[in-house]
């Protein structure tokens, strides 16, 4: 009986990946889908996909299929959208038809379709446009956005300035500063790098950032419905996750005990008057549940992405002394030692600036882009993108295609000066995604990397613990985000 089993299993499954093919090949031919390697039953493509460098895989798949083209991950039909000449005519061109937020479950669990990151269609137009608008306007109390980054920076230096020159890793430190600017965006409050109340929060926000490119997050993503009933680390993610929210939703009634409507103190305040303008109307959007959506969504796009792109500044510093040099004696030229940097010396910077956008745009970031999805049947060049597929435009592609960027693969600031050294932009300069779905803290995220960065470098030069030549600059993992790898330095005071 035994013996009759194995062949009618092996038979089975002969007879299902079949079925599966054939019904590949029709899906293929009928939706006019881009073409791509074929798919194995269940895991789809995943076997030729390199889950520590996601960005790889894709782009070494680009140039066997092109552009564009189309891959089953796991369960998850998604079109890639590799350089500049795709990603643009998408998510400007076609901007509306590609609007949508791919799926990403490990969110969603908690966030259930609230907030700004992952919310979708009227819900999402109307928390984009109120957090634009108020992160812009953000007149509130007696301090601009500005003047709180600037009262940061002093405090990260005096900070910095503990250390006495020794070796220390500022991983930890580098965090505290722009969590310390969302908190006080957010709650009109900045905490002591060594209240406890930070430290917990700090702890939540690491270590889900630390664990976001983790094998088991990458699988609770395919299969949630499955992965969600077994032990891993997607519990403890998900259980940090809700601390967080509990955490803003303190704060929330804190707010809504102190509220005084017609001098609002930060973005809960702000919210909170915008609740109870609407109070009457039925299908708004103004809640609690998406307030505290927001707040997640701010506090997990401004700190751990500003964090890591000081890191990494610092390191790719480190191992090019010469560019040091050269933004040591711009800011000592145009500042001095004594005047704190202000958003008005920017124009007057154009080295420093030059080497801000260079440092985003070699670490890449996000280089896979939070995943889009088309809002209805799609026409797109010769191909047509069914309803509700995921979309990757592939910011690492563009950051690092050679028509924006002349030798892409080395880290160069020339790339952003014209001839008279003057500072130049790019269109091919888009850390922070095209279109209307690009990052909503995008301003606030450029003046704290500028005020930030150029603070340190008045005060500190930097001294790393190896020769320049030996710094590995390689992320330590490269998925959603890129990870900077661990390092020490000591930083001199000037």
């Known amino acids: 009986m035994v013996l009759l089993e194995v062949p009618t299993l092996t038979l089975t499954i002969c007879v299902a990946c079949l079925i599966f093919l054939w019904v590949w090949r029709n899906s293929q031919r009928q939706g006019s889908l881009p073409p791509g390697p074929m798919p194995l039953p269940i895991i789809g493509n995943m076997l030729q996909l ?14 066997e299929y092109g552009p564009v083209y189309t891959l089953r991950i796991g369960p998850q039909l998604t079109v890639v959208l590799h350089g500049y ?3 643009k ?47 812009r306007n953000f007149g509130m109390g007696k301090r601009s956005i500005e003047e709180r980054i600037q009262e940061e920076a002093r405090c990260l230096v005096e900070e910095l300035r503990k250390t006495k020159a020794q070796p220390f890793d500022p991983s930890f430190i580098f965090s505290c500063a722009p969590c310390n600017v969302i908190c006080s965006v957010l709650f009109n409050e900045r905490f002591q790098y060594t209240d406890e109340r930070f430290l917990y929060l700090m702890n939540l926000l690491n270590e889900n950032f630390r664990r976001l490119n983790s094998r088991s997050i990458q699988l609770y993503n395919l299969w949630p419905t499955l992965i969600k009933h077994l032990p891993g680390e997607h519990r403890a993610f998900l259980r940090r996750t809700q601390d967080m929210r509990n955490f803003i939703m303190e704060k929330v009634k804190e707010h809504q005990e102190s509220l005084d409507p017609n001098h609002p103190r930060d973005y809960i305040d702000c919210f909170l008057n915008k609740m109870e303008q609407e109070k009457d109307n039925p299908a708004s959007e103004f809640n609690l549940r998406n307030l505290a959506a927001c707040g997640s969504n701010l506090f997990v796009g401004g700190t751990e992405t500003t964090s890591s792109t000081l890191r990494f500044g610092l390191l790719l510093l480190m191992k090019h002394p010469a560019v040091e040099a050269k933004l040591h004696e711009e800011i000592d030229r145009v500042i001095g030692p004594n005047q704190s940097p202000c958003m008005m010396d920017k124009t ?22 939070l995943p889009h999805s088309v809002t209805k049947d799609t026409k797109f060049r010769t191909y047509v993108i069914p309803k509700g597929t995921i979309i990757f435009p592939l910011l690492s592609s563009v950051l690092f295609d050679d028509k924006g960027f002349p030798n892409p693969e080395k880290f160069d600031p020339d790339h952003f000066l014209d001839k008279n050294g003057n500072f130049m932009k790019s ?64 930083l001199i005071p000037r």
């Not at 390199?50 to 140039?63: I, R």
């Open 348 to 369: 007057k910077l154009p080295y420093t600036e030059a080497v801000l956008h260079e440092i985003q745009r070699f670490i890449s970031l996000l280089p896979c882009n």
């Open 89 to 135: 005519e998408a998510l400007i061109d076609q901007g509306d038809e590609f609007l949508g937020r791919g799926s990403m479950p490990i969110a969603e669990h908690t966030l259930r379709g609230y907030g700004i990151l992952f919310s979708q269609g009227e819900r999402w137009k109307h928390m984009r446009r109120f957090s634009l608008l108020t992160l």
């Open 427 to 490: 269109d091919y300069f888009v850390p922070f995604s095209l279109g209307k779905r690009a990052c909503v803290g995008e301003s606030l995220a450029r003046m704290e990397l500028f005020l930030f960065l150029t603070t340190i470098l008045q005060n500190f030069s930097l001294k790393p613990l190896i020769e320049p030549k030996d710094l590995p600059i390689k992320p330590i993992t490269s998925g959603i985000i890129n990870s900077p790898p661990p390092f020490k330095l000591c």
């Open 85 to 87: 000449e795709a990603v």
């Open 50 to 63: 390199d889950p520590k460098d996601l960005p790889a895989s894709f782009s070494k798949l680009a140039k």
